[in-house]
C-alpha cells in the first residue's frame, strides 16, 4: 500500500464517520421533541424535577439510567406504583416500608412537592427510551389498557399491575404490603367491602397504611373476584 493511498483511507474513513456522527448529532436534537413529549414539559413537572434534585433522590434511586442502584428503578415509577402509592411512600416511608429489608429515611417532602414530584415522574414515566427497563414494560402496558381495554389483559397481568408496586403473587411484584394468596386467605371482607377497601381504604379500616388506589370500581371489581377466587389456594411458604 502506498502512502497515497493509506493517506485516502484515512481521509475517507474519518469524513465519513464525522459526517454520520454530525447527522446522527442533528437528527437526534430533531427527534427529542417527539421522543420525550416537551409539549407536556409543564411548570409542575419543571418543579418536580428540582424536587429530584433536591432531594438527592438519584442518590439512592435510577432514573433514565442515570443514579444509585440501591432503590428501584424510577424510570416507569409512575406506571409501576401509580400516583397515591408514589405520593404515600414518599411522605410515609416509615409506614410504608415498615415490613421491608430496604428502608427510605423521612426526607420532609411537602404535599405540594410531592404533587409535582409526580407530575415529573410521570413526564419521564412517557419518554420513549425503546422499553427501558425492560422489567417495567408490562406495567406500562397493564397502565393504559386496564380502564379502557381490560379484556385484553389476563387477570393475573391486570392485577400486578394495579398492585405489584406493593404486593407478590406467584414471585412476582414488590413484597411491601404482603403476598396477595397470604392475604386472601387472611381476610373476611365480603366482595363489595374489599371493592371499597382499594377505592379508600380508610373508609374500611381507619389508619390503614394503604393508600387510595387509582383504579375505576369496575378495576377494583375485577381484583377484588381475583383475590377472593385464592381463598381457596395454599398459602405461598413465608
Given at each position: 500500500?502506498t502512502?497515497?493511498?493509506?493517506r485516502?483511507?484515512?481521509?475517507?474513513g474519518?469524513?465519513?464517520s464525522?459526517?454520520?456522527?454530525l447527522?446522527?448529532?442533528?437528527?437526534?436534537h430533531?427527534?427529542t421533541?417527539?421522543?420525550?413529549?416537551?409539549?407536556?414539559?409543564?411548570?409542575?413537572?419543571?418543579?418536580?424535577?428540582?424536587?429530584w434534585?433536591k432531594?438527592?433522590?438519584?442518590?439512592?434511586?435510577?432514573?433514565?439510567?442515570?443514579?444509585?442502584?440501591?432503590?428501584?428503578d424510577m424510570t416507569?415509577a409512575?406506571?409501576?406504583?401509580?400516583?397515591?402509592?408514589i405520593?404515600?411512600i414518599?411522605?410515609?416511608?416509615?409506614?410504608?416500608?415498615?415490613?421491608s429489608?430496604?428502608?427510605?429515611?423521612?426526607?420532609?417532602?411537602?404535599e405540594?412537592?410531592?404533587?409535582?414530584?409526580?407530575?415529573?415522574?410521570r413526564?419521564?414515566?412517557?419518554i420513549?427510551?425503546?422499553?427501558?427497563p425492560p422489567?417495567?414494560?408490562?406495567?406500562v402496558?397493564?397502565?393504559?389498557l386496564?380502564?379502557?381495554?381490560?379484556?385484553?389483559?389476563?387477570?393475573?397481568?391486570?392485577?400486578?399491575?394495579?398492585c405489584?408496586?406493593?404486593?407478590t403473587?406467584?414471585?412476582?411484584?414488590r413484597?411491601?404490603?404482603?403476598?396477595l394468596?397470604?392475604?386472601a386467605?387472611r381476610?373476611?371482607?365480603?366482595?363489595?367491602?374489599?371493592?371499597?377497601?382499594?377505592i379508600?381504604?380508610?373508609?374500611?379500616?381507619?389508619?390503614?397504611?394503604?393508600?387510595?388506589?387509582?383504579?375505576?370500581?369496575q378495576?377494583?371489581?375485577?381484583?377484588?373476584?381475583?383475590?377472593?377466587?385464592?381463598?381457596?389456594?395454599?398459602?405461598?411458604?413465608?
Amino acid at each position: 500500500m502506498t502512502g497515497k493511498t493509506a493517506r485516502l483511507i484515512f481521509w475517507v474513513g474519518t469524513l465519513t464517520s464525522a459526517a454520520i456522527f454530525l447527522w446522527q448529532t442533528y437528527d437526534f436534537h430533531m427527534q427529542t421533541p417527539k421522543f420525550t413529549h416537551t409539549d407536556k414539559l409543564t411548570e409542575q413537572v419543571v418543579a418536580g424535577k428540582k424536587v429530584w434534585h433536591k432531594y438527592n433522590c438519584n442518590d439512592c434511586h435510577t432514573i433514565l439510567g442515570f443514579g444509585g442502584y440501591y432503590a428501584p428503578d424510577m424510570t416507569k415509577a409512575f406506571y409501576r406504583l401509580g400516583e397515591n402509592n408514589i405520593a404515600s411512600i414518599v411522605q410515609h416511608p416509615d409506614v410504608m416500608y415498615k415490613n421491608s429489608f430496604r428502608k427510605m429515611p423521612q426526607l420532609g417532602v411537602s404535599e405540594t412537592e410531592t404533587r409535582q414530584l409526580v407530575s415529573f415522574l410521570r413526564w419521564v414515566g412517557d419518554i420513549e427510551n425503546r422499553h427501558w427497563p425492560p422489567q417495567d414494560e408490562k406495567f406500562v402496558e397493564a397502565y393504559k389498557l386496564r380502564e379502557s381495554q381490560p379484556q385484553k389483559l389476563d387477570k393475573v397481568h391486570l392485577v400486578l399491575q394495579a398492585c405489584g408496586g406493593c404486593h407478590t403473587f406467584e414471585n412476582q411484584g414488590r413484597n411491601v404490603g404482603g403476598d396477595l394468596t397470604t392475604i386472601a386467605n387472611r381476610i373476611t371482607y365480603d366482595r363489595q367491602t374489599l371493592i371499597n377497601y382499594m377505592i379508600n381504604p380508610q373508609s374500611v379500616r381507619p389508619g390503614v397504611a394503604m393508600p387510595p388506589q387509582d383504579v375505576s370500581p369496575q378495576t377494583a371489581a375485577i381484583i377484588a373476584d381475583f383475590i377472593l377466587s385464592l381463598k381457596s389456594t395454599k398459602e405461598v411458604s413465608k
